[in-house]
């Protein structure tokens, strides 16, 4: 679940290319190891709005037009996934937008920013209800854990691989790998709160 704020100078992009450029943005996570299944139902829940302010100063210079161009990108995750994102969701969100910048201009240079927003466990809310961290990661993987109930645990597109039972990333099985052994099998997951997640529903000790 993450909502894509783009601010954008008036006027710099066509409707076409904002058009564009809000899938780009809505498609990043595609770059990610997921299953089709989890990106599907991911993508269902990110919602990108592009806005262009009436008003924009930075510093001493008013923002307009293709006059300056910047953009600054506001993205909002559970507070719990930042650390863990934050760094490839800044790489990412950059060279998209810079992309799209170049492709509008070819001799455009945008600066741009983007903050990364972790947002408190239950403080999203969907439809008058509010959702936790582990019951959003719920709703972008039931479908696939589903798929795959049964087969546990799920192989990786590469040897010594593994999917996270709980998230779906795909996880390496090295020495830095956070695993969980239980009835003979080994677990990989991206982060020790899925492995308390997935112990939990498992009913083993870590």
């Known amino acids: 679940m993450l909502l894509i704020e783009l601010y954008l100078p008036s006027g710099v992009l066509g409707a076409p290319q904002r058009e564009r450029l809000a899938r780009r943005l809505i498609a990043f996570m595609d770059e990610d190891e997921h299953s089709p299944t989890v990106l599907?139902?991911?993508?269902?829940?990110?919602?990108?709005?592009?806005?262009?302010?009436?008003?924009?100063?930075?510093?001493?210079?008013?923002?307009?037009?293709?006059?300056?161009?910047?953009?600054?990108?506001?993205?909002?995750?559970?507070?719990?996934?930042?650390?863990?994102?934050?760094?490839?969701?800044v790489q990412r969100f950059t060279r998209i937008i810079r992309e799209a910048a170049r492709e509008a201009d070819a001799d455009a240079d945008p600066r741009i920013w983007v903050e990364i927003r972790g947002v408190r466990d239950g403080s999203w809310g969907m439809d008058g209800q509010t959702l936790s961290t582990p019951e959003i990661e719920r709703l972008v993987t039931q479908r696939r854990r589903e798929e795959v109930r049964g087969r546990v645990p799920v192989p990786g597109p590469r040897p010594a691989t593994v999917h996270d039972p709980i998230c779906d990333m795909v996880v390496e099985l090295d020495d830095a790998a956070i695993t969980l052994v239980h009835a003979g099998e080994t677990y990989g997951y991206c982060t020790k709160a899925c492995r308390a997640r997935h112990a939990e529903e498992l009913g083993a000790a870590i």
């Not at 008003?55 to 996934?81: I, L």
């Open 40 to 89: 599907e139902d991911s993508r269902a829940l990110t919602q990108v709005l592009l806005l262009e302010p009436q008003t924009w100063v930075a510093g001493d210079r008013t923002v307009s037009g293709h006059d300056n161009a910047r953009y600054v990108a506001r993205v909002s995750v559970p507070a719990p996934w930042v650390k863990p994102v934050r760094e490839e969701m």
